[in-house]
């Protein structure tokens, strides 16, 4: 599910050196593209939306249902359990029953984050920044950038990551600057994962060569 530097990511690190050059660029401190105002996390894929409220202490809606300490997540996404930690080192714990091992590093030119690792089994290698996030995680390839304050562009997923892309718009709120890098680098993994948004399942192919019948030959007329 790896691209080369050369296809979106080489893209993203290039529009974020313009972005720098022009001093249009978040902060170096800020790793997203946030919106002026509150409000929920909003993001849609296709024709399949949710929306995720994050308080204080409780990240909740669209299937999540996660308690939020400082330096853990956990609850339940979906049904299934979460368990996520990081009081030193490296993300680790559990999604599902997969084990879930999630590294952070800074971008040597450019700003924001790589995430690498596992994440619910799937193999995880997902920059985020405040000029787009492309990548793996959880199961499902991005690519997206920034246009009007959200980021928008596409996905696939597995098992039909070789499919037609599915359009993406996700829109985050002022809060979640408040949140410590690894929690942002946790919460977004989630979302992002296929069992933040499961993606729609395949459409049945269409038999084209099937006829209507009457009733069976060993059927009389009908009354």
């Known amino acids: ?41 909003r993001f849609q894929v296709g024709e399949e939306s949710l929306t995720v409220s994050l308080s204080r202490d409780v990240v909740r809606g669209g299937g999540f249902d996660l308690r939020r300490t400082g330096s853990s997540l956990k609850g339940r996404l979906r049904g299934g359990d979460v368990d996520l930690r990081w009081p030193q080192g490296p993300i680790v714990g559990r999604v599902g029953v997969e084990d879930s091992r999630l590294e952070l590093s800074r971008m040597a030119s450019e700003q924001g984050l790589r995430v690498d690792g596992e994440l619910a089994h799937w193999p995880t290698s997902l920059v985020i920044s405040p000029v787009g996030i492309s990548g793996d995680v959880g199961g499902c390839s991005y690519t997206l950038t920034v246009a009007g304050g959200h980021y928008t562009g596409w996905r696939t997923c597995q098992p039909d990551v070789d ?49 209507l019948e009457g009733p069976g030959l060993d059927e009389g007329p009908r009354r």
């Open 1 to 41: 599910m790896s691209r080369p530097e050369s296809g979106p990511r080489g893209a993203l690190g290039r529009l974020s050196a313009v972005l720098l050059s022009l001093g249009l660029a978040a902060p170096a401190s800020a790793q997203l593209a946030v919106s002026e105002r509150g409000g929920p996390i």
């Open 163 to 211: 499919g037609e892309p599915t359009s993406v718009s996700l829109s985050l709120p002022k809060t979640m600057e408040v949140l410590g890098e690894k929690e942002q680098a946790a919460l977004l993994s989630l979302l992002l994962s296929a069992q933040g948004l499961p993606p729609a399942p395949p459409r049945e192919a269409s038999d084209s060569g099937r006829t």
